[in-house]
């Protein structure tokens, strides 16, 4: 099989394009968490903390050219999205398992017919018995 046609059947197996989509979707959804925590929850947080600016908080270490600068209040930023993204796929997929639950549960099985009773059938063989 040529190279050319193995990768071609790869790249249009089910799996990789649903991969793909969700990459997507992904990317796009991300924008809208750091837009949402950026533009909207940080500042929020920020006036409660007496207006601080989460993006600007910094920690230099070393002077001129050399130093180092850490840029804590980005991270922490960066820590609320991820917060917020893990925390709604949290919730996509508990609806996901929660519709999956309702295909998978077996109908109900229709109860079997009543035969008969031990007492019935030791009645039975006892009158079978007295006819020979």
């Known amino acids: 099989m040529g190279f050319i046609k193995e990768f071609k059947e ?14 997507i979707i ?5 924008k809208i968490v750091s837009s949402l925590v950026d533009d909207v929850l940080m500042p929020v947080v920020g006036m409660f903390t007496g207006n601080v600016d989460f993006t600007s908080l910094a920690f230099q270490i070393g002077e001129g050219e050399g ?11 960066n820590v609320v999205d991820f917060v917020i993204v893990a925390f709604c796929i949290f919730l996509m997929m508990k609806g996901i398992n929660k519709l ?4 998978e549960e077996p109908a109900p099985e229709p109860e079997a017919p009543k035969g008969p009773t031990q ?13 020979k």
């Open 10 to 23: 790869f790249a249009v197996k089910g799996n990789v394009m649903d991969m793909a989509v969700g990459v």
């Open 26 to 30: 992904g990317g796009a959804f991300g």
């Open 67 to 77: 130093a180092a600068v850490l840029k804590y209040g980005t991270f922490i930023q």
């Open 100 to 103: 999956n639950r309702k295909k």
């Open 119 to 131: 007492e019935e059938l030791l009645a039975e063989i006892r009158d079978l018995l007295k006819n």
